[in-house]
């Protein structure tokens, strides 16, 4: 592992291991969730293995990693399915609730995400289903416990997850489908969304009616796991709600559109000459030339502004020009996401736009993209 590895770790996870390239990730709080799953199994296991002892708890916690091996599984699912797609998949985290898996970006067709959700939960009933086949192999006894429990689990793990609302995969399908119907990424997003705090409703309120739904009266332990589910669905739902909400008013920031036109000077004229011509000329910005013609700075608008007007005249341009390294150079046709993607991968205040033969089409000023961002709705 090397050091920025260590560093672009999340706070408060551990790593486990790495496979095919992506590292596996365990949370810290997981280790607690494992300890109480084994403490909770420890009076099964002694009563299917009388003389167990002390072993009931190393049981107990053997079942808790094959537990979360399976949820490894189904996560590892919708790792491969996004790199086949060839998406980059930066980790893979187990958490108390399951696990997750980051992926970088997301698939480009609906038909795509389709599948790279779908898979989990396809994962999680096929390896039920091969436990379920297991069970009358194996012999009775702690074996057949492990075999019940995981086979349970796993369906269970399947199954939930295809109530489809967001953050579930059950959501992120139906997000497909609504993309896939209405050829809109973002409204798919807000109805799995929406679906998502439904779900996360009826999920909070479930303690109430549970008695005559499972015929066990809720105790306070449901109240809390009720809450617990029922508040990371709803957390889930929202920030997918209000990202897409944000995305999808992207489209509509052009560069070309909010462009400044540049005047262009030589580098050692006074700033003072400088912001006279570009006043007379009335463009919004200022470019400068070196020696040989070419464009080798964006003036900065603050820093003209920080120089006081007597002193204006006795600097030249270029001492308040930025230079123009590649990351500061766009497409005059930028737009939407990749437009906003290049900024925040070169963070500046003024970003110089060319037309796709090199020409200077004008300066994209950062304060005019976040006004035109507030000005949408
Ligand atoms: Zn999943």
């Given at each position: ?356 033969d090199g020409a200077i089409f004008g300066v994209l000023v950062t304060d005019d993209v976040d006004r035109a961002f507030a000005a949408t709705t």
């Amino acid at each position: 592992m090397t050091e920025s590895q260590q560093r672009s770790r999340p706070p408060g996870t551990l790593k486990i291991g790495e496979i095919g390239g992506v590292d596996v990730l365990v949370r810290s709080s997981w280790l607690v969730v494992a300890a109480l799953i084994a403490f909770m199994l420890a009076p099964a296991i002694e009563a299917v293995e009388p003389g167990i002892g002390n072993g009931k708890y190393v049981a107990g916690v053997a079942f808790a990693v094959l537990l979360y091996l399976s949820v490894l599984l189904h996560e590892m699912s919708h790792a491969l399915m996004a790199k086949r797609f060839g998406l980059p998949v930066r980790s893979i985290t187990l958490h108390f609730l399951g696990g997750v898996t980051e992926i970088e970006g997301e698939p480009d067709t609906p038909a795509r995400e389709f599948v790279v959700s779908v898979v989990g939960p396809i994962t999680s009933i096929g390896v039920g289903v091969v436990f379920l086949l297991l069970h009358p192999v194996v012999p009775d006894g702690l074996l057949r416990l492990a075999v019940d429990a995981l086979a349970g689990a796993n369906l269970v793990v399947g199954v939930l997850n295809l109530v489809p609302g967001l953050p579930l995969d059950g959501g992120r399908v139906l997000r497909a489908a609504v993309w896939g119907i209405t050829g809109n990424p973002h409204r798919g997003t807000i109805v799995a969304g929406w679906c998502g705090r439904v779900a996360a409703v009826l999920v909070f309120l479930f303690p109430l009616v549970q008695q005559p739904v499972t015929g066990r009266p809720a105790i306070p332990t449901d109240y809390i796991l009720a809450f617990v589910i029922a508040f990371f669905l709803w957390s889930g739902a929202t920030q997918a709600i209000l990202s897409a909400q944000v995305r999808r008013r992207l489209p509509a920031l052009r560069a070309r559109q909010l462009a400044r036109r540049a005047l262009a000077v030589p580098h050692d004229l006074p700033l003072s000459e400088a912001v006279r011509q570009a006043q007379e000329a009335q463009a919004g910005s200022l470019v400068v030339l070196d020696v040989d013609g070419h464009v080798s700075g964006i003036v900065n608008e603050a820093a003209v502004l920080a120089t006081p007007e007597d002193r204006r005249p006795w600097v030249a341009v270029s001492t308040v020009a930025r230079t123009v390294e590649p990351g500061l150079q766009l497409d005059a046709d930028i737009a939407g996401e990749p437009l906003i993607r290049a900024m925040q991968r070169t963070p500046a205040s003024e970003y110089l736009l060319r037309e796709r033969d090199g020409a200077i089409f004008g300066v994209l000023v950062t304060d005019d993209v976040d006004r035109a961002f507030a000005a949408t709705t």
